[in-house]
């Protein structure tokens, strides 16, 4: 059976591209007879409430997207156990280091950075002997990273394409875990999917380049990846990303104005799965749904579209 799933942050009310993107999950696994799990991505959990997890299950089922998981749903904040024994096989392979760089210096100037301006790891602790580790230890808590090989790791995501990173060159040593002990978003994701049996996963394009670290995560580990959907971000009208700081496009503030199916229409119909923003409910897009449908660049919301 195909399994989807939702992996929202609970940071704040979600806004008008979550929401495009739980759509498209729902609607990619639910098409071919499957099912969409629920997982909430609190790892952080001072800047995720709880109260913000449970709107995001109440905001879902009132759309007509409940999840078709365990209620409640998987919270990273409970799993940190399984994820130490994970990251656990990593060290014991001699593939984890401590990294003591401060903010400043992962920024400066001659630090490499990819053309997105990501910045790329120098490798500055990787070379650290164990008792230079050791002594500055005793100052600053390290966080940990990951030693990437040179190595070239390529895919085929079902909607954008074929896609490609070296992780040495386009990506560098990445984290695993902060230095306060919390692990990290690319670990904690991989341990997930695999674990709740996810076999695709549908997210926004600005994580397409989180993929490559996360395949080579799955195969180092020994498990399974899903197949990838990346969809194309949601702007609105100006060109400018959508952000949880903006109340009146968060479903908060949309409940109020409207019912569920003209949501979910006006969604449908910004994602070019019909032709008008007639009001729809997401069981009637299922019948029809083909990502050939989805534009592959960014979507712009029309002015007063909501």
Known sequence: MTTGRYAPSPSGRMHLGNLLCCLLAWLS????????????????????????????????????LAADGPCPPVYQSERSAIYRQYYDKLAARGLTYPCFCSRSQLHAASAPHRSDGQVVYAGTCRGLTPAQAAEKAKTKAPAWRVRVPDEEIAFVDGHLGPYAENLARDCGDFYLRRADGVFAYQLAVVVDD???????????????????????????????????????????????????????????????RYAPEEIVGKLAFAAGLQAAPRPAAPADLARTFDWAQVPKHDIFLPENLF
């Open 29 to 64: 696994a639910k098409s071919k007879g499957g099912q969409v799990l629920l997982r909430i991505e609190d790892l952080d959990a001072q800047r995720c409430p709880r109260v913000y997890a449970d709107a995001i299950v109440d905001d879902l089922a009132w759309l007509g």
């Open 194 to 256: 695999a674990l709740m049996g996810v076999t695709e996963v549908v997210r926004g394009a600005d994580l397409l380049s989180s993929t490559p670290r996360q395949l080579w995560l799955y195969r180092e580990l020994g498990l399974t990846p899903p197949a990838f959907y990346h969809l194309p971000l949601l702007l609105d009208h100006q060109g400018r990303r959508l952000s949880k700081r903006d109340g009146d496009q968060s479903l908060e503030h949309l409940r109020a």
